[in-house]
């Protein structure tokens, strides 16, 4: 256990490390991008980075923090690579789910107008029925929307900074998270939300 | 003053937008008061609003949960081998 510090021995403490975190990495990957080849690529490239850039590692944090930090920039490498490589499908279901809530003149359909949520519980997220919902209206995004959803808040980074690393201009983005926030709240309400 | 109105006004999708945008991005001036105008005329926008702050909280929670009390973990053997075959010079 002495090892999991030690940076002289590179070697027998990334071992170590994998040994100790590599399950609760993967987990996490695999929670994140809801695919095993991808975790499994994303741990083993965490590992490897960890590896080459020990020196960094100064012992400040806990090995678990940093080696996290490594995987959720990793995470994010993948999302926005999702993001960039849209599907051809996908600008065609944005503009069938405008039309199934917005009329011609762009104001709400009169049953889709949003009403306030009656009886709102305050810790939902304890509620392991309501995580179940909203896990499975996430997974019924469009992935380059889901991808715009997770870069949104799995960095705590400004928009300006997150369409930077995309490269791509902010209009691009918010319009993506528009539409898959327009969706999710509508799931959202199908499933569990009350009018 | 038709055609200030007319300048002012929000459809409920460029509404919607826009409370999106908010989220990521400082408004213009200019949105911003649309956006006010707009709000203070439409309930559906202005509820639209509200939900849409709580699903931000809701999903900034969830996707933070790296203490991942709801994660499952799952054991993967072959995946630490792997890694540690892959490892230079070991």
């Known amino acids: 256990m002495e090892d999991i510090m030690d940076i002289s021995k590179p070697d027998t403490t990334v071992k170590c490390w994998v040994d100790l975190y590599s399950d609760k990495m993967y987990s996490w990957a695999f929670h994140k991008t809801s695919s095993k080849e991808i975790a499994e690529d994303i741990v083993q490239d965490t590992f490897l980075a960890a590896f080459q850039s020990i020196s960094k590692f100064e012992g400040k944090s806990e090995p678990k923090t940093w080696l996290f930090a490594i995987l959720n920039n990793k995470i994010a490498e993948h999302f926005r690579k999702q993001f960039r490589n849209p599907t051809v499908t996908e600008s065609q279901s944005g503009s069938s789910l405008f039309d199934t809530l917005f009329d011609a003149n762009d104001q709400w359909i009169k049953e889709q107008r949003p009403k306030e949520w009656q009886g709102e519980q305050a810790h939902l997220l304890d509620d392991v029925a309501f995580v179940k919902v909203l896990q499975g209206c996430m997974g019924k995004l469009p992935i380059n929307w889901m991808a715009a959803i997770q870069l949104k808040y799995l960095e705590e980074k400004k928009g300006e900074l997150i369409c930077q690393e995309l490269g791509i201009a902010p209009t691009n983005f918010w319009q993506v998270l528009h539409r898959a926030k327009l969706q999710l709240r509508k799931c959202l309400e199908n499933h569990w939300f009350k009018k | ?90």
């Open chain 2, 1 to 90: 003053m038709k055609k200030i109105m007319q300048l002012l006004m929000l459809s409920c999708k460029k509404a919607t937008e826009l409370i999106e945008k908010r989220s990521l991005i400082r408004l213009s001036f200019r949105e911003k008061v649309q956006l006010r105008l707009h709000k203070s005329m439409c309930d559906a926008c202005t509820a639209y609003e509200k939900q849409s702050k709580k699903i931000d909280e809701l999903l900034h929670n969830h996707i933070h949960d790296t203490d991942m009390e709801h994660t499952t973990i799952l054991k993967n053997e072959t995946l630490k081998e792997q890694i540690i075959n892959n490892l230079p010079n070991s």
